[in-house]
């Protein structure tokens, strides 16, 4: 089965991502606690506002990281991983 890159992900109800100086990364709070990301998923999780469908969020990616092999198959496989963990949801 393939992923549908016209997907829009959007965050979860309830739970927030932000930078957290503390952490000197971003993370994404939610009521049972907190999940700090690395870099890879924290310029992926920046995009993610509701509006950009995955292919928009590749396209902005590979403009930042021009020439970064299998670029769009890492950004589907975080969409279905944070997708399995609830963290967002994809419309």
């Avoid at 393939?2 to 100086?21: A, H």
């Amino acid at each position: 089965m393939s992923f549908d890159r016209n997907l829009k992900p959007t965050w979860r109800r309830g739970y927030r991502f932000q930078f957290e100086p503390a952490q000197d990364s971003h993370v994404l709070l939610y009521p049972e606690g907190m999940v700090k990301l690395n870099g890879s998923a924290s310029a992926i999780g920046t995009l993610i506002d509701g509006e950009r469908s995955v292919t928009a969020i590749i396209a902005a990616l590979d403009a930042q990281f021009p020439g970064v092999p299998e670029l769009g198959t890492d950004v589907e496989q975080f969409m279905l991983v944070a997708s399995d963990k609830h963290w967002i949801d994809l419309v």
